[in-house]
C-alpha cells in the first residue's frame, strides 16, 4: 500500500515515544510505503484535493530517522490510505483541513479517521452521548452556574474544550480559592464555553488511555500517574505512564463505545477514563502506542497496521 500520513513536521517527532512513527515504522516492516504532508500543504482546485508530500525511507537511526526518496504534488485520491494524524488545537485551520478531506473523499480517497466523525465528536463534548459512564458534568458559559456547580460538588476540575496534553487544567478544592479567576480566564469573561467535572479521587491511580481499534478493544491500558502536588496525568504534563490490563469497568466502556464509533469511521479511538469514569473521547491523534507495547509485550501499532489493511 501507498500511506499518506497528515502530521505535524516530521523533524519535531520524539521517535522514542511518537505513536505516528510506531505506525510507520510497522507500515514500512510490512513493505508499504510511505509519505508525509502538513495539512498547510494541502490543496483544492476544480474536482481535485492534492498534497505535496514526501516519500519517505525510515533509516533505523535515532539520530536522522528518515531520509526523502522524493518530493512531488500528488492526488490524495493516488493513496491507498490517508492518516489524519494531526495534533490539535482544534482551531479553523484545523476545520478547514477536514472540509478538504471530505472533497478528496468524495473523489474516492480513504481517509482514516473520517474527517466528518472528527469534526463530529469533539474530544470534551463527545462524552454527553454516553451519559451513563460519566460523571456529573457541566459545559457553560454563564460563569454563574460554573459558580453553582463548584457550590454543589465542592471539589471540581475546569478546563477548556480545545485544550491537549493537560493545558489549562484547573482544580477548585472545597475552599473555592481563586475559583472566579480560573472562570475568568478559561472562559474569557462570558466569551469561551468551560468544561466543570466533579473531581474523580481515582486520579491519583492514574488517567487510563483506553485505544479502540477498528470497533476492537486493545486488552492494555495506558494509566498516566500525576506527579508530586499535580492533579493532571497527561505525560505531557510531566504524567508517569504505567501499562496495565483493562478493568472490568474500563472493558465495559470500551466494548460500550468501539463498534458504534468504528461504525461512524473512526478507526482509532482513545478513551480517558479516570476510575469507573469516561472523562474523553481522542478522535484526532491518539497515542500511548509505544509505552503499552513496550511495557506489555502487545504490538499496538501491528494491530492497528491490521485494521487499516482490512479497513482498505
Known sequence: MQILFIADPLDQFKIYKDT???MMRE???RGHRIFACEPHEMAWQGATVDAR?????????AGVWYEVVDTRVVALT?????????????????????WLLEIAERAGARVFNKPSAIRDHSEKLAIAEFGQFVAPT???????RLRAFHAEHGDVIYKPLDGMGGTGVFRIGPDGRNLGSVIEMLGENGARSVMAQRFIPD????????????GKVVPHSLARI????EVRGNLAAGGLGEARDLSARDRQIAQALGPILWERGLLLVGLDVIGDYLT?????????????TEQTGFDVPKMFIDALELAV
Request: net charge negative.
Open 226 to 229: 500525576p506527579q508530586g502536588n
Open 78 to 98: 493516488e493513496f491507498d490510505a490517508v492518516l489524519m494524524r494531526k495534533d490539535p488545537p482544534f482551531d479553523m485551520e484545523y476545520i478547514n483541513a477536514t
Open 203 to 214: 486520579i491519583k491511580l492514574g488517567d487510563k488511555r483506553v485505544l479502540v481499534i477498528g
Open 53 to 61: 508530500v514526501k516519500e519517505i525511507r525510515l533509516t533505523g537511526d
Open 27 to 29: 507500515g514500512a516492516r
Open 138 to 144: 457541566l459545559v457553560t458559559r454563564d460563569a454563574a
Open 280 to 292: 474523553e473521547v481522542n478522535v484526532t491523534s491518539p497515542t500511548c502506542f509505544q509505552e503499552i
Open 20 to 22: 505516528t512513527f510506531s
